[in-house]
Structures are given as structure tokens and as C-alpha cells.
């Protein structure tokens, strides 16, 4: 219900001839304040707005992971075929007057004249100078908590990692150079 109020006032108009009292009544209605608030009305909506958008996002995550164990389940095994390693060919040198066999994987058949074999060692093969490297860098305390990783390929040590200090860098690459049987280095830690 409305809320009223009522004023009245009593005025008293004289004129020459006369002298006379009127009342003047106002009345002021005050319409009723049952209900919300703008911002109450405001915060109800912006809450229902944010929660229609997290259900909204939970179902497409759900729909998205329900895609992802489909994918999952649907792939085909992948099957891996090792090849055997291949071994370096034997040279077999023979008299001048016939050129030279290379036989892979097979020593060369003794004909009429002396067979040699020969093999050519630079130094170390890859896999003692890798060991080398890896000692090296794990044995040094200051080296050992980096995780620097060294690969050898032909004597040649690849670097990767990451360190704190330029200095550091050309620390580790020093220490590699160090050990017999690196030819090269390519040092690709980054300073980080």
C-alpha cells in the first residue's frame, strides 16, 4: 500500500472589503517500496550471466575430453622395426696390379698373394669420447648440476644445455676440449 502524507494550511486573504479564511490541503503520495533494488537487481543478473558462462565452459571442456580419449582410443598401434646396425667396411689391400675389394660385413677370401687388412685409428671412436665427456661433465661439481647434455659423432662434441654466465659457457667448452679424441666442438648451450 501507498504511503500518504497530508499538509494543510490555513490562509487568511484579506481585501478591502472583505476578510476571508481559506484551507489549502495537499497531499503528497509516496508510491510503496516492496521489491529489489536497482543494484541488487544489477548483482542477480551479472551472477546468473557468470554462471551460465562456467557451465557453458565445463561442458565444452567435457565435450573436449571426451574427444581427446576417442582420439586416444582410435589410434592405430605404431609398430618400430630395428635395423641392424651396419658395420664399416673392410678394405683388403692386393698387389698393384688388381684394384682394391671392399667387402661388407665379411672378411676377404686369401688369393695367391698376401691379404692385409688395414684400418685406419685416429684416436678414440665415438663411444669412449662420449663416456669421457659425460664423466667429465658429471664428475665436476660445478658442471654435474647444469644438465648439460654432450653428444660425439665422428669426434665431434655437440654441447646443449642451458647456463646462467657467458663465462660458464666457455668453461664446460674448455673441459671438452680437454679430452683426447675431440676434433671439433659446436657448442650450443644458451645463456639463459
Same mark, same amino acid.
Given at each position: ?9 490555513? *490562509? /487568511? ?8 479564511? =481559506? ?8 508510491? =510503496? ?11 542477480? !543478473? !551479472?551472477? /546468473? ?16 575430453? %571426451?574427444? =581427446? ?7 592405430? &598401434? ?5 635395423? &641392424? ?14 684394384? &682394391? /675389394? ?6 676377404? &677370401? %686369401? ?17 669412449? *669420447?662420449?663416456? %669421457?665427456?659425460? @664423466? ?15 653428444? !660425439? +659423432? ?8 642451458? /647456463? ?11 673441459? +671438452?676440449? @680437454?679430452?683426447?679424441?675431440? @676434433? =671439433? ?8
Amino acid at each position: 500500500m501507498a504511503e500518504q502524507q497530508a499538509e494543510s494550511r490555513r *490562509v /487568511v486573504v484579506e481585501t478591502p472589503t472583505t476578510r476571508r479564511e =481559506e484551507v489549502h490541503s495537499e497531499a503528497t503520495r509516496y508510491p =510503496e517500496r516492496n521489491g529489489i533494488s536497482g543494484a541488487a537487481l544489477a548483482a542477480i !543478473v !551479472v551472477g /546468473v550471466i557468470a554462471l551460465a558462462a562456467i557451465i557453458i565452459l565445463f561442458a565444452l571442456n567435457r565435450q573436449d575430453t %571426451a574427444n =581427446e580419449n576417442l582420439a586416444t582410443t582410435q589410434q592405430q &598401434p605404431t609398430t618400430i622395426v630395428q635395423q &641392424p646396425a651396419q658395420q664399416p667396411p673392410i678394405i683388403v689391400q692386393q698387389p698393384a696390379a688388381q684394384p &682394391p /675389394v671392399i667387402i661388407n660385413g665379411q672378411t676377404a &677370401p %686369401a688369393t695367391g698373394g698376401t691379404t692385409t687388412t688395414t684400418t685406419t685409428s685416429s684416436g678414440p671412436d665415438d663411444a669412449t *669420447v662420449q663416456a %669421457a665427456v659425460d @664423466k667429465r661433465l658429471s664428475d665436476d661439481p660445478m658442471f654435474s648440476s647444469l644438465g648439460i647434455i654432450a653428444s !660425439v +659423432v665422428n669426434g665431434k662434441a655437440t654441447l646443449t644445455g642451458t /647456463v646462467k654466465t657467458e663465462n660458464l659457457k666457455t668453461q664446460i667448452e674448455r673441459a +671438452v676440449w @680437454k679430452i683426447k679424441g675431440v @676434433k =671439433e666442438i659446436d657448442n650450443q648451450i644458451t645463456i639463459g
